[in-house]
């Protein structure tokens, strides 16, 4: 079974500042890795996966998160937040074999950002 | 524009009396997904579909239907509503096992009284 552990339920920044969002993950198969975010009385939004292939992935908006096998890792950064940024972000793992493309979901982490 | 639309996006009900929300993708996706999400535990996975007529449980299918006869739509039922049932519920579709990549609707809020 897949796992998906978001220490934390809210992290706050300054403006300016380094966005830093963990995401520790748990699957017996090589896995997808993704993050999603969440705007008030939104859908989700896909802001970048992993697949195969190069570990550092970008994303959109200026988001870029690292695979880290030996960690079971994919934290998202960010190295200037924006006021837009605030948001529910969501990190999500599927595995590669299947036919149920499921992904489960962190319970995932509300970002503020102060002025 | 590709999307996912769901309806109602908002709703009050009462328990057992019987509601569909409706979802429809533009995007000719084979998979389709419905999921709920409640506060502190993320999403979850009521039910899903391969493809047209292949329907399967999610992680909580307990006390929901769905059904897929046509390749754009995916209604989900609640035969019964109940209080535990309050809760924002989601479709998603995707390419499915060509792309885990998932593509989701707006939401539907569901309060059962």
């Known amino acids: 079974a897949q796992s998906v552990t978001q220490l934390g339920s809210h992290v706050s920044v300054s403006e300016g500042a380094l966005v830093l969002l963990r995401c520790n993950y748990s699957s017996s198969v090589p896995p997808y890795l993704f993050w999603y975010v969440q705007y008030p009385n939104q859908g989700l939004q896909l802001l970048l996966k992993?697949?195969?292939?190069?570990?550092l992935v970008k994303g959109i908006n200026g988001f870029e998160a690292e695979f880290k096998k030996s960690e079971t890792s994919f934290h998202l950064t960010k190295p200037s937040a924006h006021m837009s940024d605030a948001a529910e972000y969501f990190c999500?793992?599927?595995?590669?074999?299947?036919?149920?493309?499921?992904?489960?979901f962190g319970k995932g982490i509300t970002l503020s950002v102060r002025p | 524009e590709a999307q996912v639309t769901q309806n109602p996006r908002y709703l009050i009900t009462v328990t057992g009396k019987k509601l569909t929300v409706t979802c429809s993708q533009n995007m000719n996706h084979e998979y389709m997904s419905w999921y709920r999400q409640d506060p502190g535990l993320g999403l979850r996975q009521i039910y899903y579909?391969?493809?047209?007529?292949?329907?399967d449980k999610g992680d909580v299918p307990e006390g929901y239907k769905v059904s897929r006869k046509e390749k754009r739509n995916f209604p989900l039922i609640l035969e019964s509503p109940s209080p535990n049932q309050t809760s924002l519920y989601f479709c998603?579709?995707?390419?499915?096992?060509?792309?885990?990549?998932?593509?989701f609707g707006e939401g539907s809020r569901l309060t059962v009284l």
């Open positions: 999500a793992v599927s595995d590669q074999t299947g036919a149920n493309s499921k992904l489960t």
């Open positions: 579909s391969m493809n047209v007529e292949v329907t």
């Open positions: 992993y697949t195969t292939g190069a570990t």
């Open positions: 998603a579709s995707s390419f499915g096992v060509r792309s885990r990549e998932l593509f």
